[in-house]
């Protein structure tokens, strides 16, 4: 398989991975809907940002060094699960202030909304489990492994980038009912439940 070949065969891998309802997923529409446009598009930004630096761990080969310690799976397992858990028992907390239907929501910036998707990312071993398993599938023979690695990585971030791209567009559209104070309290506590849940899958999965 040459390289064109290669890049346009994960692109369609990746395609069907980055349109089934998960994690990101789940952020990005929730940062949308009740912080707005610019820190959706800081959530979009990091959680692509932790794409890329997994692309290039794999072409380096430490991502394969993950995979291979079970010690430093654990270990990053662990603390992304605690983060999911954290972050999504912070959305449940929230409570209407006095006086007011609408819940009381924490302010999140461009800057804050980065972060969050890129640590959402880094900590998950799942995605480095996943790059390690398919990259090298990808990467044709006498190709350069790193920027092998980074085209494939890009390509997965591009296609991440146009789908959180719909969702934002979506969250604006619907904006007017979707951010009634009613509904912005079950959004953030059906989110809240779902990334909880993620961050429990997480920790009791074993690889």
């Known amino acids: 398989m040459d390289i064109a070949g290669s890049i346009w065969s994960f692109a369609a891998v990746v395609a069907l991975l980055t349109v089934t309802p998960g994690l990101d997923t789940a952020l ?9 446009r610019r820190p959706a598009w800081g959530v979009t930004l990091g959680i692509q940002l932790g794409t890329l630096t997994w692309g290039l761990l794999t072409a380096a080969g430490l991502s394969a060094l993950l995979a291979a310690s079970a010690t430093a ?5 662990w603390a992304g699960a605690a ?3 954290w972050m999504g028992l912070r959305m449940l907390a929230v409570r209407p202030r ?4 609408e819940p009381e929501h924490e302010e999140l910036r461009f800057g804050a909304g980065l972060r969050r998707g890129l640590l959402t990312n880094l900590l998950n071993p799942k ?3 996943f790059y390690v398993a398919m990259l090298p599938q990808f990467i044709p023979e006498g190709a350069p492994h790193a920027l092998m690695g ?3 990585a890009g390509v997965h971030a591009a296609e991440g980038v146009l789908w959180s791209a719909l969702l934002i567009l979506f969250a604006s559209w619907m904006s007017g009912f979707l ?5 912005r309290r079950f959004l953030d506590r059906l989110t809240g439940v779902v990334i909880v849940g993620f961050g429990v899958r997480l920790a009791v999965s074993e690889t």
């Not at 799976?73 to 397992?77: A, E, F, K, S, T």
């Not at 006095?98 to 239907?101: I, Y």
């Open 127 to 129: 995605v480095g489990a």
């Open 28 to 36: 990005v529409l929730r940062t949308s809907l009740l912080a707005g």
């Open 150 to 152: 980074l085209a494939l």
């Open 98 to 101: 006095p006086g007011h239907d």
């Open 83 to 85: 983060y999911l858990v």
């Open 73 to 77: 799976y654990d270990v990053l397992r």
């Open 179 to 183: 951010r009634s104070p009613r509904v």
